[in-house]
């Protein structure tokens, strides 16, 4: 019977695509959801919970602790929308999220019980093949934007892996997330993009010890600013192995530039010359979807043996006690040439607040499917990422002033820790942008 009557009352919301909820149905914020749908121009749209696919494709994140049943979702179609509605906002001090693709894993920082703000009608890419620019709207992802582009053979300096979203940021303070505003669109210059090399490798864990020393090699002694990889450790279903993603910014690698990987025997190899959007679509970045998930993260400047031996541990350690069920626990090594900042300004970007050093991050991420489990992965990412700071301490990297990558910080993460010395003068520019807080009823790192 209550089953019969779930169903009944699903049909009938359904049905109800774009009526408010019934009176017995009114939440908090009813009423400011439908002041909203009453100031908004015929480019923007409100959907109510239960009335469809516009509504649960814009709560949707790959990570179901993620996503929460908003009172409403809003797709604002224009720039002046998005300022009304964050004026009935205010007014009324209204919890608010901001979602373009959804990258973020941290609870809340894209989801709420209150207004669900999603930019998924800023979704145009305009290449001007003079200015040599292209004007990319901030709801969509990144696959998306190479697709626009691959026909004109150029790319924009963007993301690796699929699926990710762009980020909200202020051209003056990059890096700022949701602080000072919500971003509609990006100009960025485009550059010629050859065919590249690169794909994955999958690799059993009799072979770590090979793994680590091709990763140790390439941290420690890689120059090429057209050669990366992306080295990690994971553990599922019962068993741990490593994923290797390796990349070169032209069709062809030099000789010996990736050697050290390719002589281990695979149990999985997609390596070769192709597209660059082919080569962002093979990587396998949805395997967690429908889970739980959290990252967090460790700054690390250089990957010696004896650091990338305590990462396998951390993910065994962790992967043995944890993960049951679909579980995945995954420790990827992203790292970066010490220069890889040394081409802007010191201070042209909110992280990192010193541009000297070259943290590279590495993620610890979690994925899980029981709410159970939340708070014993999260405190098992802490601990984890403890444990390895203790280790890089002790082989005198200098963890304790270099900040944490914010994309992959986990929610608690002191702000100074993610902006260091930055932090005073983004405090002074969100007092001028957003003087009355209006972006503080959002979720995200807060300044
Ligand atoms: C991941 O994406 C691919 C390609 O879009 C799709 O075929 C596959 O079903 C997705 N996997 C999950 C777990 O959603
Ligand atoms: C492995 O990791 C666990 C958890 O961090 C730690 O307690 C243990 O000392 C580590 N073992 C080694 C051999 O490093
Ligand atoms: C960067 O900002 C810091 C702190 O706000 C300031 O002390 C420093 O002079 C700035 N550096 C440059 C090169 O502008
Ligand atoms: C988690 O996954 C296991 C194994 O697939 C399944 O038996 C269990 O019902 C799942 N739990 C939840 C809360 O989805």
């Not at 205010?90 to 990258?103: D, Q, R």
């Not at 998924?120 to 709801?139: C, D, H, L, W």
């Not at 505003?181 to 794909?199: A, N, S």
């Amino acid at each position: 019977m209550v089953l019969l009557s779930a169903v009944l009352l699903a049909q009938a919301l359904s049905a109800a695509v774009s009526e408010p909820p019934s009176k017995w149905q009114v939440g908090r914020f009813t009423g400011v959801c439908e002041s909203i749908s009453q100031a908004v121009s015929s480019a923007s749209s409100v959907y109510w919970p239960g009335s469809g696919e516009a509504y649960d494709a814009d709560i949707f994140h790959y990570a179901t602790s993620s996503s929460s049943q908003a009172a409403c979702s809003v797709e604002p179609g224009k720039a002046e929308d998005i300022a009304m509605i964050l004026g009935i906002l205010a007014e009324n001090k209204t919890p608010f999220a901001v979602k373009s693709g959804g990258h973020a894993m941290n609870p809340h920082f894209s989801s709420t019980s209150g207004v669900h703000i999603s930019l998924s009608r800023f979704n145009e890419v305009t290449y001007n093949a003079e200015a040599k620019t292209a004007e990319i709207g901030a709801g969509l992802i990144w696959d998306d934007v190479y697709a626009a582009l691959e026909p004109h053979a150029v790319n924009v300096v963007a993301p690796r892996m699929s699926r990710l979203l762009l980020l909200l940021k202020f051209t003056i303070l990059k890096g700022g997330f949701n602080n000072f505003g919500i971003v509609t669109k990006f100009l960025l210059d485009t550059h010629p993009q050859p065919e590249v090399w690169g794909g994955s490798l999958t690799i059993a864990a009799e072979f770590f010890a090979e793994v680590n020393a091709a990763t140790a090699q390439f941290s420690q002694t890689a120059v090429d600013p057209k050669a990366q990889i992306i080295a990690s450790y994971g553990y599922a279903q019962g068993k741990l192995i490593s994923s290797i993603m390796l990349f070169y910014d032209d069709p062809e690698p030099p000789k010996g530039t990736f050697d050290a990987y390719l002589v281990i025997p695979y149990l999985a190899k997609d390596v070769k010359t192709r597209s660059f959007l082919d080569l962002v679509r093979s990587a396998p970045s949805n395997g967690t979807q429908g889970l739980r998930g959290i990252y967090h993260t460790v700054s690390v400047i250089e990957y010696t043996d004896r650091v990338l031996n305590a990462i396998i541990n951390e993910t065994s350690f962790w992967g043995e006690r944890l993960a049951s069920g679909p579980a995945v626990m995954a420790y990827s090594s992203e790292p970066f040439l010490q220069t890889i900042f040394s081409h802007a300004a010191p201070n042209s970007s909110a992280y990192p607040p010193n541009r000297a050093i070259a943290p590279s991050p590495l993620s610890i991420s979690y994925a899980w499917n029981d709410s159970s489990a939340d708070e014993a992965m999260h405190s098992a990412a802490r601990e984890s990422a403890g444990q390895l700071t203790r280790v890089l301490s002790s082989e005198g990297q200098n963890v304790k002033d270099t900040a944490l990558y914010g994309n992959y910080a986990i929610f608690g993460t002191p702000l100074e820790r993610i902006y260091g010395s930055n932090l005073p003068r983004l405090r002074m520019l969100k007092a001028k942008y957003d003087p009355n807080g209006i972006m503080g009823l959002t979720g995200g790192w807060k300044f």
